[in-house]
């Protein structure tokens, strides 16, 4: 998934669920929903990792 196909995603409406992995490390480093949802549709990918195996294209 590329960022525009993210971002996409994350606008269409269809609710974001947090797993709560996720959110015990949101907590842990003071990281709001509003900052994720910040940082998916303002940011800028700054390195990519494309042999990463949880970087499914």
């Known amino acids: ?3 525009m ?5 994350f606008t269409s409406g269809v609710p974001v669920e947090y797993k709560a ?4 490390r949101m907590l842990e480093r003071d990281i709001s929903k509003k900052d994720i949802a910040d940082c998916i549709l ?3 990918i ?3 990792y494309p042999l ?3 970087n499914a294209h």
């Open 1 to 3: 998934m590329d960022i």
């Open 21 to 24: 992995h996720c959110l015990k």
């Open 52 to 54: 990463d195996e949880n």
């Open 42 to 44: 303002c940011g800028e």
């Open 46 to 48: 700054i390195e990519d």
């Open 5 to 9: 196909e993210l971002r996409n995603a």
